[in-house]
């Protein structure tokens, strides 16, 4: 009797344990074959997951809206395309033709000088600017040149050869200087809107530039690369302009278009949309295009 005992009451346990379990699984059951039916596209792969109803989806968009509205103001991303920027990599792009260099925050490296120097003495422009000189020395020649400076496709190469080497010795002694005394070869443009100011600004910058930290210094390698182009033609000149005197004349022409240089980088954002409008970029070879700083 004890043992039949245990086992009936061993048996009603397993009974009201399987009807608990039946009781609990129909609830979910039933509930998930009706959300089924409400949204055909919610399915279930071996387990559940409860799909949202349509009631709750109409809340959504309302009560984040309601959310959205008790959060503090964000503040507006800055626009991409803001002028400095735009205005930056402008006049970058327009600095393509003559390769004018613009003071960057970043301190300029030995590599960073020679990339300018190479531009300026090596690029088209070095070429070809030379041609109009001598077609205008061709045009217009010294009184008191010889025959083979004035006359013929020998006059046109001499005068070419002249302009090409005065230019590429300035350059040559104004890197070389930079390098050695540190310092920075790019121009420094005014803040002043004042056009005279501006104009001033530049020729002064002929005779004190800056370092590679930023500091005021004596343009040495302007002075350098002035003598070095003015006295270069005394080695091929013909007699009687191979003198100290002419050679002083021609340093001080070199000083000169070292300032007109920096004149041009001072206003090169007002005759830059002219160039680009020219699409001279377009002209000139790719490696002679400067790439933008990041």
Known sequence: MIVRTYRSTHSIRIAVVALSLTAAYSPVAVSQETKKEA?????????????????????????????????????KPQDQSNPSGSSSSQQEQSS????????????????????????????????????????MGMANPRSHYPREWKDGPGAFGRLYGDTLAMATSQRTARFLTSVALHEDPRYVRSN????????????????????????????FSNFAGAAAGGFVGSAYLPHGYNDLTHAQQRMAAQFASIAIQNIAAEFQPQWGPLVRKLRINKILPEWWVPHREK
Do not use: W
């Open 96 to 135: 393509a033709l003559l390769f004018l260099p613009v003071k960057s925050p970043r301190s300029p490296s030995s590599a960073d000088k020679f990339t300018i120097y190479v531009h300026q003495t090596f690029g088209p422009p070095a070429l070809i600017f030379p041609a109009f000189t001598a077609g």
């Open 39 to 75: 949204d055909p596209h919610c399915t279930s792969s071996g387990v559940a997951f409860p799909c949202p109803s349509a009631s709750a989806k109409k809340e959504t968009p309302e009560s984040q809206g309601r959310q959205a509205a008790n959060l503090p103001d964000m503040p």
């Open 192 to 219: 002043s809107k004042n056009p005279l100011m501006r104009t001033m600004h530049a020729v002064a910058f002929t005779f004190i530039d800056k370092t590679d930290s930023g500091r005021n210094t004596i343009a």
